[in-house]
Every structure is written in C-alpha cells, then in structure tokens.
C-alpha cells in the first residue's frame, strides 16, 4: 500500500463547478500538508500549504485537513478552464531535528479537466 | 526572477554513457532536492540536501550521485545510465524543507 494515495481521474467539470479533490495517507507522523498543481510539460507549482489539522483559504482555493481521518482536500470554487492541470497532494513528517530535511511524499496525481 | 534552472530540457543517451544534470537556484535556498516522475508512480524523491556538503538518500537513490559543493547549485550525476531510468527529472528548492519550488524537468531517454 502506498502512503499516500490519489484518485488519477481524469475528473471533468464544465466551467463553474466546484471541484473536490481528495488525498489519503497511512502515515500518522504527516504534519505539514500541500497541494501542488502542475500544468502539461510543466514543473509542479505550490498551491496551498497546511501545517496540522484545520482549513486554509486562497482565494477560490480551500484546503482542509482531517487528521483523525488521514484525509486531506482541495476545493477549487467556480472553476475556471485554466484550472485544467494535474493536481498533487504533498506531506512531510515533523523533524525531530531541525537540521534534518523533511522527507516530502507525494501522490501520484489528479488530472482535471474543466470544459468550457 | 526567483527561479529553479536546470538543464538540458531534453536529453537522449545511450546505456552506460555518463551524464550530468546540472540545478541552480537564486534564491539562497537551504534545501535542495532531486525527483523523478513516472506515470503512475508519481513523484518520488532521489536525493537531497539540506545543506553545503550535507546530502542524504531518498526513495530511490539507485543509480545516481549528487553533490552540493555551493548553495545554489545541486547536479544530478548519472554514472553508468541504464534504460530504467528513462523518466521526467526534476530539481527543487525551499527555504523550510516543505513549501519547495520547482524547475521546468528535464526528461531523459536512455537507449
């Protein structure tokens, strides 16, 4: 089982929708969470960056955490065709030590596509 | 411009003939990572470095080597290519170790 787990899709929507995309993970030490979105021949980009549990909002971007679940979200309000790209859920353990790097996980990725 | 920069964009070889990704970064960034990314599998880390002269292994280190003699720069060395690691690279940098920032990959095919 992987440690981090995400729906490929594709999911499509027209122009408008709001979009639900979904993260679950099996590793309890996870604390710092994001989002990511990356555009065809693209490098992945940050969208949004979580630390523990609790919601964070950017605009038509909502991220939501749910620790006790292992279950981590990304709501995009009134999605645009822009919006279309591969979305990737990220997260790290907390260091003990904090010259230690955080090993970063991430999913492998939903594609979405919003139809005009 | 703040920005990750690696090179080349594109790069075919032949097995066993070695390479040398090179990664800079303007950013006076502390961490610095390497990963690939395969269809289905997702991204996943090779190596990073947290700082001048500190490197440590990722998931799938097998096959490369880095180096971190300056804080911007962060080379991926493929010694002896084989066909497996035909993927997409990509470099990245942060400030805390999470929130990293990526460059524009560079895919490899290995004949």
């Known amino acids: 089982q992987k440690e981090v787990e995400q729906d490929p899709g594709p999911l499509s929507v027209p122009e408008g929708a709001i979009v639900s995309l979904n993260c679950t993970y099996s590793?309890?030490?996870?604390?710092?969470f994001m989002w990511y979105r990356q555009y065809s021949r693209k490098g992945p980009e940050l969208l949004m960056y979580t630390y523990s549990s609790g919601n964070k909002e950017d605009g038509r971007f909502t991220a939501q955490v749910d620790k006790s679940s292992k279950y981590i979200s990304l709501f995009i309000r009134d999605s645009q065709p822009s919006d279309s790209a591969t979305y990737l859920c990220?997260?790290?353990?907390?260091?003990?030590?904090?010259?230690?790097?955080?090993?970063?996980?991430f999913g492998s990725g939903t594609r979405l596509l919003v139809r005009p | 411009e703040a920005q990750v920069t690696q090179n080349p964009r594109y790069l075919i070889t032949v097995t066993g003939k070695k390479l040398t990704v090179t990664c800079s970064q303007n950013m006076n960034h502390e961490y610095m990572s390497w990963y690939r990314q395969d269809p289905g599998l997702g991204l996943r880390q090779i190596y990073y470095s947290m700082n001048v002269e500190v490197t440590d292994k990722g998931d799938v280190p097998e096959g490369y080597k880095v180096s971190r003699k300056e804080k911007r720069n962060f080379p991926l060395i493929l010694e002896s290519p084989s066909p497996n690691q035909t993927s997409l690279y990509f470099c990245a940098s942060s400030l805390s170790g999470n929130g990293y920032t990526f460059g524009s990959g560079t895919r490899l095919t290995v004949v």
């Open positions: 590793n309890s030490a996870f604390q710092y």
């Open positions: 990220a997260m790290s353990a907390e260091a003990a030590d904090l010259d230690s790097s955080y090993k970063l996980i």
